[in-house]
């Protein structure tokens, strides 16, 4: 399938979605649309991913399937801004497929203008309507299961599921991805958006992914969400800590995050602290342990550097630790089989 | 308002929303559905709340303004069992209240009687739709905020939120309920009912309740939800820890509960675990502190026996403690305020 990614003034330092697509993806990327960045390259910013043009808006775009929205803004809203390039794929036939909260089939022109050319709006964010509340089974299945945990939002959590998860299959094992967000449900093909699930379903929603593959893999990685002291999706998080009841957790963090991703008047706590909360939190209803860490160092300029931080983290931790995009993952998928 | 109350085959022990209702509203209660104890009173169960007659259907109900569903089953599913005496309610022209997770609107039978017969279908429980993300500015309200924790479901966090408000205000505090669940809102008349929320916006929709009261009042009594260890609800506790930001918080338990409730296979933490998880997990988003337990000793047979349950109660928490509904509230309250 051939694709065009929509990540107007946010690639790609906070296209996130984007990103994930690009590098995790099986499609064809045709074009990622950024009007402040047109005429640009995406391995001009980020090189170890596919490459694909930048372009100002769809009139750019050759032949392409599906336009896909590559940002998920705080709230999850859709932006007046990108209204014109969502018409314009819809009346070249193309799909569109979104994460967001804002559903574009909901939305009167889109859904007129899909079924005048025969296209799909694909929200993939909406969650099945046959959800339920947990049964507190998942800790039952053959599968031993890994959940990603963060400091924050943004910090590399689906990244880090994805790398071991493919780390994992590179070495022999049946290694399956449980996608709870809007890219990892992009990149799989399916999954539950557990962050928009009813509130008292969300333990629920992830325990039935677990039942439903937890017996035909060795491995599942779980995409975790936000973080356990964020005080916006803090919720989310620890819904899906319960719901998983992850044997193993592997802690992601983002070099010199200090402070929580748009509510700067929160400081982290240090990072013992979330290993604590993560493990005592979970213990009752089934022990899992912080074996590893992930530090994302997008932002650390130098393989020098960015080794040093890396370094600092696992003794912060007192973990194997590691960057799995820039370095090698042994040590942290030895510490996670 | 006169109104009846459904709880078939599970008053008193299994039917909270209905004994919420009766001990605090302001309707007039005619009657208490319970196929299984018609004939009975309610004060033949419970002494010292509203007394009505319980009767086994709508056949045997005087004249009402409305029937309120009074059970909330694990699912907040609609039992068919129950159908007949909401069709019969509609058809006498009566509203009907529900706090279910099936929302009774969407029945097209009932949509449908309403419709014919004039009256009113009101869910509770399905939220308003501008909810969004928490913006983390609960803590700057004027109010000092008080919320109920709990150790499990069903051990008194509304009752418990219910009892101190109206022990604040006969002291001459200016105090206000914030209701988060569907007995709350049946009883105050308005809130969000957190439960139901999208995932993403359960702190929100209680810090969006926190902001519109919180310069209003000098003390805000926020209605907890489930437990923060719950295999199937934990992700709205910690939502809702995060997005009150208490400044105070009581532990709420009940008397002999050693396992939770529906999922035996689950054992309660020992008490000063839920100090450390609920202060511990606050303090990185606004530090609160367990300053006071309740306990309820409705299993407790004899006033003395439930005193001393009550004691040892306060020891293990090492703090003050009591059974707000059968004792004094007093060394509680003086804790709180």
């Known amino acids: 399938m051939r694709i065009a990614i929509l990540a107007h003034e946010q690639f790609p330092g906070r296209a996130k979605t984007a990103l994930g697509v690009l590098r995790y993806g099986d499609h064809e990327v045709t074009a990622v649309l950024d009007r402040d960045r047109a005429g640009e390259r995406v391995s001009d910013h980020v090189p170890d991913v596919q490459d694909a043009p930048i372009v100002g808006s769809m009139d750019d775009v050759g032949a392409v399937d599906a336009l896909l929205i590559g940002i998920a803004p705080i709230g999850g809203g859709f932006d007046e801004s ?24 909901d ?25 339920t509340v947990a049964d507190g089974v998942a800790r039952e299945v053959d599968a031993e299961v890994i959940l990603t945990v963060g400091t924050d939002c943004s910090v590399g959590k689906m990244t880090t599921t994805m790398e071991l998860a493919a780390a994992a299959r590179e070495r022999g094992h049946d290694a399956a991805v449980v996608p709870t967000g809007q890219t990892g449900i992009m990149v799989e093909g399916w999954g539950n958006p557990v962050d928009r ?25 779980v995409e975790g969400q ?61 022990e899992g342990t912080v074996v590893a860490g992930a530090l994302n160092t997008m932002d650390v300029a130098g393989d020098d550097a960015a080794r040093e931080a890396v370094a600092e983290f696992g003794d912060a931790l007192d973990a194997p630790a590691a960057d799995l995009v820039r370095f090698d993952p042994d040590a942290v998928l030895e510490a996670v089989l």
């Open 197 to 221: 699930v009813v509130s008292d379903f969300t333990a629920g929603a992830v325990e039935e992914m677990i039942v439903e593959k937890g017996d035909d893999h060795d491995y599942l990685f």
């Open 226 to 286: 936000g973080s356990i002291v964020h005080p916006a999706y803090s919720a989310v998080t620890c819904g899906i800590l319960h719901g998983a009841m992850p044997d193993r957790m592997v802690l992601c963090h983002r070099a010199g995050r200090e402070r929580i991703h748009g509510y700067e008047e929160f400081r982290l706590p240090a990072l013992p602290t979330y290993v604590d909360l993560y493990e005592s939190l979970a213990a009752p209803v089934h």
């Open 82 to 105: 990108w209204r014109s390039d969502v018409r314009a794929a819809l009346e070249r036939g193309c799909d569109v497929v979104a994460g967001l909260h804002y559903f574009l089939a």
């Open 107 to 131: 939305d009167d022109e889109f859904a007129r203008l899909a079924d005048e050319h025969g296209c799909e709006l694909r929200d993939v964010r909406r969650p099945p309507d046959d959800l």
